[in-house]
Nanobody, 128 residues
Framework: QVQLIESGGGLVQAGGSLRLSCAASGRTFSNHVMGWFRQAPGKEREFVAAIGASGLTKYYSGSMKGRFTISRDNAKNTVLLQMNSLKPDDTAVYYC?????????????????????WGQGTQVTVSS
């Protein structure tokens, strides 16, 4: 069982940066692939980024690659999402997710249905 709590959301101007944090409970955190998804009002949940259990492999949505960076610290049971050059279209609730699934993350980690555990979300609002 993994419980996830996101933090770090807020209001930022376009071009600014935010760093989201996801704190996980449970001794098996280091065995889980971690992902970030987002959902804007009236839109479907959208994949942002994922990171393998060891932290060596990362996978990004094409539209966010180069602006967002995912990382994890297994000693602290934490996964981070550094977001730079934010745009108004990045406004959404951002969710952290975890799954014990194995295999190359580029094959499946962009599908929200692959994740077993979810946080409550943190709101990110980017003003123009």
């Amino acid at each position: 069982q993994v419980q996830l709590i996101e933090s770090g959301g807020g209001l930022v101007q376009a071009g600014g940066s935010l760093r989201l944090s996801c704190a996980a409970s449970g001794r098996t955190f280091s065995n889980h692939v971690m992902g970030w998804f987002r959902q804007a009002p009236g839109k479907e949940r959208e994949f942002v980024a994922a990171i393998g259990a060891s932290g060596l492999t990362k996978y990004y949505s094409g539209s966010m690659k180069g602006r967002f960076t995912i990382s994890r610290d297994n000693a602290k049971n934490t996964v981070l999402l550094q977001m730079n050059s934010l745009k108004p279209d990045d406004t959404a609730v951002y969710y952290c997710a975890a799954t014990p699934r194995i295999g190359p993350i580029s094959n499946w980690a962009d599908r929200w249905s692959e994740y077993d555990y979810w946080g409550q979300g943190t709101q990110v609002t980017v003003s123009s």
